[in-house]
Structures are given as structure tokens and as C-alpha cells.
């Protein structure tokens, strides 16, 4: 605690030491170097794995750069996506206004590369110097036959949050104009998982083999005509709340579609999701299909995860995601392998799950929103920890207190969700807690009083 700034203190809870009162969901604190990314980076995050759209960013380079292949979002089709496109505003632009580069930019990436529709993203200067995305956008629309969709994502006007909000509102512009016929009445659109290591894949093969049709992938593996005839799924299925559950919202709004909320990580939740899908459609068929298949899954599965349990059972790890719905899940994970959770935050989680948060956790388990380099890196010390999960920023907070670290987030290559991914992250964080590249470390030094 020592750490952190007096104006942040109220964004770290100790479980069991004091009533929960945190304070989350706010701007961050001016100069605290939070671990946040911004607007546009939040919409980017959200909209990058939509594979056959143009994805333009209106703004400086840096902005590009930023978010170039943010997550690596695997498509199993076209790889537009992949390529990161900026109008690279300069000083004369700035004085002079960037809508005729934007207008221009357009025309020549649509004629070059054909893409069902463009996304263009709003940056900091943008929204300072206050280009017309709409009705650029509606200009090239109305010329070149596709839809052409501006996203507000002004870096500074809010949080990561307000850029997945932002996201949502894009793509309601395109769910309700495609052709719904031919829908199943047991059919789902699955929000949030973003394909980083075919996950999406691993997940619709669950839903497929228990008898359910997955309409569109919003957004992992995404394709525009999927968003457009979305709105003819009977439930949304909604993992990572925090990015998707607008778009949710909006779409039990407008087509009356229920959702509920899920996560694929970790055996219970990923049993959890597909019994809770198959309770949804009160079908006893497809209940007995969800059934058999946990079950198969679960003989091979957790006969093999004996051997790790046995091996990491009282290391301590450590959480900082995006959302905190995914802590949870890693929260249970890290529960079965007998292993014992000491700091857990993220980015952008709500009141009601940091109060679940502190529910579940042992007492002691810091629970914080929104930290910092400087705040993380003195919760790992104080709690020597074994492996930190978390993200591309919290890679490097890790390797240099000479702690394991696996990444859950953009920059991971192996496919964590589901039941086969259970195991990968079991192995992952087994060679990583285990590795004797530790006991040639400060921390370890320090543990065994400088003698290896
Ligand atoms: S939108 Fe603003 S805050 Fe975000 S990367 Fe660009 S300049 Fe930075």
C-alpha cells in the first residue's frame, strides 16, 4: 500500500481487513502512469477482429502504430484486418483539416483491397480539431456501396471503456440490415472472445457437437455479413461483459434477444457455459448432448492435470486483466490447481465484481482497479508471488522482479479457453513457475539469503 498515491488508495481493497468500499469505473488519476489504454485503443481492441473490413485509423502515426495487430486475432478467411491503415495527419492537416485525406484515403483503400465494409477511427487531435467523420463516411458510403462507419473513439474522452462503448455503437449500425432466414431457433452469436489463439474456434466446435448454430462471432473470427444478420440469433452469449455487453444490451433493446453472461476459461466455466446456453433453449436433447460432452471432456482432461496439480499446489499467483469477469475465471483456475491467488485486479471492472472479487478470494488478496508499474510491481514484492498473469504492459513489471509471468492477453500464442485450453494454461503456467532460470534471480537471492 505503501506504493500508492493518497488519491488512489480508495481503488485498493484488502480482502477481510476492512468493509468493501472500493472506488472503480473513474477517470484515471493524472501522472499515475495507469496500465489503461485509451478510447481508441479500447474500440480497436473490440473491432480489429472483424477480418474482412477495412479498418482505417484518422489520426497521427502513433496512434496506428499503437494498436498495429493489436491482438494477432486469427481469421480462418480474408486478413484484411491485419493491416493497419492511418491517414498519418500532419502539422498542415492539423491547421487545415483532415477530411479531404480522410475522403481520399478511402476511396483508394476500398478500390485497392474490396472490403465489405470500413471502420474509421477517431483519435485525439481529431476530435480537437473536430473533422465530420459522419458525413465523410457517408460520403464514401453513398459512392462506394459499402457501409462506411465512423467510431468515435476520441483518445481522451473517457476510459478504455468508453471506447468499447464506442465499438458497440459501430457495429449497431450493421447488425439488422442482413438476411435472417434459415436461422435455428436453438442459435447463438458469441460476444467477446477475440480469437487470439483460435479459441473462437475451440468454442463454436462445443456449441456445435451439443446441437447449437452459432450465427456470428462478435468479434473473434468475425465477418461483416455474420454482424448483419445477427440480430436473427435467439440468445446472446456474452463473455468479456466489459466490451460486449453494450452491443448486448442494445440488441435486447432493439430485437428483443436475451443474453447472459459467460466465461470459457477454466473447467467449471467453461462447463458452466455450455449447460447454462443449453438450460437457456429447455431442451432436454441438447441437454443431455451438453452432458455427454463435459463428460468425455472431463476423462481425458483431469486425469492429466493430476501430475500439476501435485507440483504447483501452494505457489501464489497474482491477476491484472482488462475485465475483471476474466479474474474470476482465473481466479477458480488457480483455485483447482490448489494454488493461492494474492493480488487480483484489471482495468475496467465494475463495483458488483470487485465485490465478488473480494467474496471469493482469501483474506488478504489485494483487490485493485485501475493500478500502476509502481503499485504492482510493490504488491508482487510484498506477496513474492510465482507468476503474475496479465497483459503486454505487465510482461515486463514481471521478468524484471524476476517472476514467472503468462500472458492472457494480446500477445499469447497458444489457445487458453475451453477444456484443451485448461490444460495449455495449466502447462504454461507449470514451465513458467518451475523454470530454474528463478533461482539465479533477486527475488529467489534474496529468498535463500543470497546464496544459490
Ligand atoms: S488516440 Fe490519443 S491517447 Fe490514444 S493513442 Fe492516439 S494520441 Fe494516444
Not at 463495483?351 to 510493490?378: F, H, W
Not at 495449455?424 to 513458467?432: A, T
Request: overall charge negative; glycine content about 10%; some cysteine.
Amino acid at each position: 500500500m505503501e506504493a500508492a498515491l493518497k488519491e488512489r488508495q480508495a481503488q485498493i481493497h484488502r480482502t477481510g481487513e476492512e468493509p468493501f468500499n472500493l472506488i472503480c469505473n473513474k477517470d484515471s488519476l493524472a501522472g499515475a502512469v495507469s496500465q489503461r489504454a485509451c478510447v481508441f485503443c479500447g474500440s480497436r481492441v473490440v473491432l480489429y477482429p472483424i477480418a474482412d473490413a477495412l479498418h482505417l485509423v484518422h489520426g497521427p502515426i502513433g496512434c496506428a502504430v499503437y494498436t498495429w495487430d493489436i491482438r494477432g486475432a486469427l481469421s480462418s478467411g480474408p486478413e484484411l484486418h491485419r493491416l493497419s491503415f492511418s491517414t498519418d495527419l500532419q502539422e498542415m492537416d492539423v491547421i487545415f483539416g483532415g477530411e479531404k485525406k480522410l475522403t481520399a484515403a478511402l476511396r483508394e483503400l476500398i478500390d485497392r483491397h474490396s472490403p465489405k465494409a470500413a471502420f474509421v477511427y477517431s483519435t485525439c487531435i481529431v476530435g480537437i480539431i473536430g473533422d465530420d467523420l459522419e458525413a465523410v463516411c457517408k460520403k464514401v458510403e453513398d459512392e462506394k456501396g459499402i457501409p462506411v462507419i465512423p467510431v468515435q473513439s476520441e483518445g481522451f474522452k473517457g476510459n478504455k471503456r468508453a471506447g468499447y462503448t464506442a465499438a458497440c455503437n459501430a457495429m449497431a449500425r450493421l447488425i439488422g440490415t442482413g438476411d435472417t432466414t434459415g436461422i435455428s431457433p436453438y442459435s447463438i452469436n458469441i460476444l467477446g472472445d477475440f480469437n487470439l489463439a483460435g479459441e473462437i474456434w475451440m468454442i463454436r466446435d462445443y456449441f456445435e457437437r451439443i446441437g447449437v448454430e452459432v450465427v456470428a462471432n462478435i468479434t473473434g473470427d468475425g465477418r461483416v455479413a455474420d454482424l448483419q444478420r445477427s440480430h436473427g440469433a435467439a440468445l446472446n452469449v456474452v463473455q468479456c461483459s466489459g466490451s460486449t455487453m453494450d452491443l448486448a444490451r442494445m440488441m435486447e433493446d432493439e430485437y428483443n434477444i436475451p443474453s447472459i453472461r459467460v466465461s470459457y476459461f477454466g473447467v467449471e466455466d467453461m462447463a458452466q457455459a455450455l449447460y447454462d446456453v443449453a438450460n437457456h433453449f429447455k431442451d432436454a436433447d441438447l441437454l443431455r448432448r451438453t452432458t455427454e460432452l463435459v463428460r468425455e471432456e472431463l476423462e481425458v482432461l483431469l486425469p492429466r492435470l493430476e501430475f500439476y496439480k501435485e507440483a504447483l499446489a501452494g505457489k501464489k499467483a497474482a491477476i491484472y486483466v482488462g475485465g475483471s469477469f476474466k479474474a474470476f475465471s482465473l481466479v477458480k483456475a488457480f483455485r483447482l490447481l490448489g494454488m493461492d491467488v494474492v493480488m487480483v485486479g484489471s482495468q475496467t471492472g465494475t463495483e458488483q465484481e470487485y465485490r465478488e472479487l473480494a467474496e471469493i478470494t482469501d483474506p488478504g488478496t489485494i483487490i485493485v482497479d485501475d493500478t500502476n508499474p509502481l503499485e504492482l510491481t510493490s504488491f508482487l514484492e510484498e506477496k513474492q508471488v510465482d507468476i503474475f498473469v496479465g497483459g503486454v504492459k505487465e510482461r515486463p513489471i514481471a521478468y524484471k522482479l524476476g517472476v514467472g509471468f503468462c500472458d492472457h492477453n494480446h500477445e499469447r500464442k497458444e489457445a487458453l479457453a475451453g477444456f484443451a485450453g485448461m490444460l495449455n494454461f495449466v502447462e504454461e503456467v507449470y514451465l513458467s513457475v518451475m523454470s530454474p532460470v528463478w533461482r539465479f534471480t533477486k527475488r529467489c537471492k534474496k529468498e535463500v539469503g543470497g546464496a544459490l
